[in-house]
């Protein structure tokens, strides 16, 4: 582990929230497993209270007491079904940070422009997430055009990159 304040706050984000994917992980598990389970969460007529009492079982030693109340949140709004994708997200983001930022080194034959610059940020994170740590390189020879290398992904559209490709094409050398 490199030992950066980013790379101890990735850490320490990790230790806080695996409690809480744990903890839902086994409540999804249990519902999606435990046909009476499901039934009684999804019975209007079933309190909350004795909805969580059901689910209190199911959660694994040490859960965070925020975690319940947040499960209450759920069945309070009817949202439990949300549960698959809320997981999946924290899943995501647990992964993403745990990586830390990724670079995303772009190249120009000339400087961009902030509103250029912030057009291309957006793609970017559209394409890739919003993981990314933007790196700015100019360099004449590629003529005009981009080069965007995000880990191991490389969009050349440059001049330079477009010529190259006519050339492979055409079987000059």
């Known amino acids: 582990m490199e030992r950066t304040p980013e790379a101890y706050t990735r850490s320490i984000l990790a230790i806080a929230l695996e409690p809480w994917l744990d903890g839902l992980t086994a409540v999804h598990s249990a519902y999606a497993t435990d046909a009476g389970l499901r039934e009684t969460l999804n019975n209007p007529t079933v309190e909350i209270k004795d909805k969580l009492a059901l689910l ?27 549960l698959d994708d809320i997981l999946e997200s924290l899943a995501r983001v647990l992964t993403q940070e745990a990586a830390g930022p990724q670079k995303a080194v772009i190249t120009t034959a000339v400087a961009l422009s902030d509103q250029e610059r912030e057009q291309l940020e957006a793609r970017l994170i559209e394409a890739f997430g919003p993981n990314l740590e933007f790196v700015y390189q100019v360099d004449p020879e590629i003529l005009g ?5 995000v880990g191991d992904k490389l969009i050349d559209d440059s001049v330079r990159g477009r010529l190259q490709s006519l050339r492979q094409k055409l079987g000059v050398s």
């Open 56 to 82: 209190e079982g199911r959660l694994p030693e040490g859960a965070p007491p925020e975690l319940r109340k947040f499960l209450g949140v759920l069945l309070t709004h009817n949202d439990f079904g949300l």
């Open 145 to 149: 055009g981009v080069i965007v290398q």
